[in-house]
């Protein structure tokens, strides 16, 4: 890709270098700017091209990785992912763009303004949203509440009402209003349960997936043939859903050799069995002291598919009186929702108006 390609940094916008920068690569890995699984020129280069500090660029790098747009390769730099994510489609974006630019101008606004009025509501999540949509979590332990609610936040403005599954039954028993939550979440292993506890209280429920990164499943996928794979986690129901997550990717070089806890005996045995971990932040140092160099330690701390965040924000857009209108048939059926008060409607859409 040439550096020159259409990037341009405005140093007087009050949009932050690294959020133009950002936005501009991912636009154009998108629209095919930048054609799949082609590298990026290094940090030093677009550093020196724009006119901007290296240290911007590198965090520049890190969120296109963490979006899914990029990813590293060992010892020959960044590349666009073979499967970048895609946005609704661009002319309903320029659409909504548009109104939104219209409607400022009215009232006096510059393009600015807006963009720094949204950016402002969006950061503080979600307490600069009145009246902000209350979801029902619903998970098996703690650890999972705690990271499922921290990723819903982060995208949506929303309320998460956190419940563990086995108090969901005396919770739903409680609840004199049906229909109190616009929508209820959970984990794909949980949805049957979640669906039955709140048959006929027109909640629907949407089942979320948290994967592997994509810069861990590149790493296993460099291992040699018959490389054993341990996973770890202060929560063994995590360690179970990450490998689950790892074993979906079908890496016909790794042998998964189990999960464990991060601590206690069990988590010795496993070290003694494996040739890879995999662990969480919380969990790393302790795994590293007890891996040594013997052992390769892969950092992962998960992240939501962001095509169910999507089909969750649709939804409570879409919502009306209560019932559902219909979610577009471009919506991944990856994710699975099905409205509690029927029967189950085709993956990727509700039974609506």
């Known amino acids: ?123 503080v999540r979600p307490a600069a949203v009145r009246e902000a949509p209350q979801v029902l979590l619903v998970e098996c332990s703690p650890p999972e509440l705690d990271f499922f609610a921290s990723q819903l936040e982060r995208h949506l403005p929303v309320r998460v009402d956190k419940v563990l599954l086995d108090d969901l039954a005396t919770l739903v028993r409680r609840q004199k209003q049906p229909g109190h939550w616009p929508a209820a979440v959970t984990s794909f292993c949980h949805l049957p349960q979640v669906e039955r506890l709140l048959k006929g209280r027109g ?27 341990g996973v770890v986690s202060a929560a063994v129901e995590t360690a179970h859903n990450l490998e689950h997550s790892i074993a979906n990717a079908g890496l016909p070089n790794v042998v998964l050799a189990g999960v464990g806890p991060a601590e206690g005996m069990a988590l010795g045995r496993l070290v003694r069995r494996v040739d890879v971990i995999v662990c969480s932040t919380s969990v790393a140092e302790r795994v590293r002291a007890l891996a040594g160099s013997t052992v390769q330690v892969i950092i992962d701390d998960r992240a939501l598919d962001q095509r169910g965040i999507e089909m ?15 979610i577009p048939s471009t919506t991944p059926a990856r994710a699975g929702l099905r409205s509690s008060g029927g029967r189950p409607g085709r993956r990727g859409a509700t039974r609506g108006k």
Do not use: Y
């Open 203 to 229: 909640v629907p429920v949407i089942a979320l997936l948290a994967e592997a990164h994509l810069e861990t499943l590149h790493q296993l996928a460099q291992c040699r043939p018959g490389t054993r794979v």
């Open 312 to 326: 969750l924000a649709d939804l409570l857009v879409h919502q009306d009186g209560g019932r559902l209108a219909e």
């Open 1 to 123: 890709m040439n550096a020159t390609l259409g990037l341009k940094i405005d140093a007087r916008s009050p949009i932050t270098i690294r959020r133009q920068l950002t936005e501009q690569l991912k636009h154009l890995i998108e629209a095919g700017g930048v054609p799949r699984e082609e590298a990026l020129p290094s940090i030093r280069e677009l550093a020196g091209f724009l006119g901007i500090n290296p240290n911007t660029v590198a965090r520049v790098v890190e969120d296109l990785k963490q979006s899914g747009h990029v990813e590293a390769r060992r010892g020959t730099g960044m590349f666009v992912t073979p499967a970048p994510p895609a946005r609704p489609a661009r002319h309903l974006r320029e659409r909504l763009l548009q109104d939104v630019v219209i409607r400022a101008a009215a009232l006096g606004m510059t393009a600015d303004e807006v963009a720094v009025g949204v950016l402002s509501l969006a950061t």
